[in-house]
């Protein structure tokens, strides 16, 4: 099975609200964690990512938090907007391996 | 650049054909991977080539063949497949193998018939 899973297969908001979207882990030895977005008939995109000696991490309308102690990873987006919409997949890496993907958010902004 | 490509775009192939998914990058990563996604999954692991040597194949059949002719490419050679191998071939790059961010290609569609 996966070791990385999301909490909620699909998310819908309106426009302007604030995302959050949840991803679990049960493998303790990960100390890497990656979201990337996809869209429809592309390939996964890049969002953030974390390493395990962080516990929060920035960029742009979006912030990644890990708490290790529950094994939970979270994506919040600011602002959300059309574009937005997307599947979110959380992944893992292992202990340095190749990464691990969990099952994927459906994102849909209403406007 | 910071771009995977990959053609084609679209395939659709009988199941006795043989044919082949081409991938490329020039941002002098030198860890390469394929994957296959289903509908509404997330991408699975295939192969991973690491400074251009076969490291990971996670127990794919053999009618899928990997090759890296050099740094900056990477094949898969499909031969016999079947309708269940119909899916999305997505190519990624990263910096080195392990835990870097992973670039990834538009993906090829694949539909076996």
């Known amino acids: 099975g996966e070791s990385v899973g999301l909490h909620l297969p699909t998310l819908s908001v309106q426009e302007g609200d604030n995302s959050i979207i949840n991803c679990a882990y049960s493998n303790s030895a990960s100390d890497y964690f990656i979201w990337y977005k996809q869209e429809s008939g592309k390939g996964p995109q890049f969002i953030i990512d974390i390493r395990s000696n962080m516990d929060k991490r920035q960029g742009q309308r979006v912030t990644v938090l890990l708490n290790k102690t529950v094994k939970h990873l979270s994506l919040q987006i600011a602002a959300t907007q059309p574009g937005d919409s997307a599947v979110y997949f959380c992944a893992e890496s292992p202990a340095g391996t190749a990464l691990i993907f969990g099952k994927g958010t459906t994102l849909s902004v209403s406007s | 650049d910071t771009e995977v490509t990959q053609t084609p775009k679209h395939l659709v192939m009988g199941m006795t054909n043989k044919k082949s998914l081409k991938c490329e990058q020039h941002m002098g990563h030198r860890a390469m991977y394929w994957y296959k996604q289903k509908a509404k999954k997330p991408p699975e692991l295939m192969f991973v080539y690491s400074y251009e040597k076969l490291s990971i194949n996670e127990s794919v059949p053999s009618r899928f063949s990997p090759e890296c002719p050099n740094s900056s490419l990477l094949n898969l050679h499909l031969h016999a497949l079947q309708p269940e191998d119909s899916a999305l071939y997505l190519c990624?790059?990263?910096?080195?193998?392990?835990?870097?961010?992973?670039?990834f290609g538009p993906g090829t569609r694949l539909t076996v018939t």
């Open positions: 990624a790059s990263s910096q080195a193998p392990g835990a870097y961010e992973q670039y």
